[in-house]
């Protein structure tokens, strides 16, 4: 999972304004990193967002968890630096 920054869907859920029915579905699914996160910085949102990403495709799919039982699969977060064009993996 790559999480980016300034991410723009981060900015908007942390603004929390009426996006629509769609967007704000999607937005939705930030929501937890913005609770957990001590920053109300998108970019800080990004990071949290990325990693309870990767916990939730482990563990909402049989199929990924047992992949990665089997050490045929890795799900590493990340997030890349639109600035200097690094991407860092949080491991």
């Known amino acids: ?48 967002h990325a990693e309870l990403t990767v916990e939730k495709l482990m563990n909402d799919s049989n199929i990924i968890t047992k992949a990665i039982e089997n050490e045929a699969l890795k799900i590493i977060p990340a997030y890349y630096n639109l600035e200097s064009g690094k991407v860092d993996f949080f491991e």
């Open 1 to 48: 999972m790559l999480g980016h920054q300034n991410c723009g869907a981060v900015t908007a859920a942390l603004v929390g304004n009426n996006n629509g029915k769609n967007l704000d579905h999607l937005l939705n699914f930030i929501q937890p990193a913005i609770s957990i996160t001590d920053s109300k910085k998108a970019d800080a949102v990004s990071h949290v």
